[in-house]
């Protein structure tokens, strides 16, 4: 992927250790619909490979797990919901996320389902603005749930 990348973009992404510069690659990127286009669609298939040979290796363990979590940003954007046997949505008001340090880039925002979309889609929904003992709690009874669901990881 390396020598696909540096073909597209260029050697300019190649940082001074000689890695990848992530920032690099996004500042470009943002700027260009057709060159996020084209990274997502080299990313994206790598992405789901690794998560789906993660998930085959889990199930494969004596005692495998009753509940595996993957964060995925852009699961419905990238059409990856039907991978997953359930979809937990979260999510903060704007004025919440900027107070955390984490608001979503103008850049990017238009490229993203609004969050009351997301939520809507989810099997779980939840709006995190509260404390963390309250996500705490969101988190636990999910767990809970999905622990006693007969779902399986293969």
Known sequence: MRRELIA???EGIV??????DRRKVGALVFEDRDLLLWLEQLLHP???R???????????LPNPPRVCVTEVPLLYEAGGEERFDV???????PRIR????RPVPEDRADRQLPDDEKLRRAD??????????DLDGFVASVMSELEHRDVNLT
């Open 87 to 93: 979809v937990v949505a979260l999510t903060a008001s």
């Open 46 to 48: 790598r992405v789901a």
């Open 8 to 10: 597209k973009l260029g």
């Open 124 to 133: 779980f929904a939840y709006v995190n603005n509260g404390s963390i003992e």
């Open 50 to 60: 690794e998560y789906l040979l993660w998930r085959e290796q889990l199930a494969q």
């Open 98 to 101: 900027e107070r955390r340090g």
């Open 15 to 20: 940082g001074d250790d000689g890695e990848i």
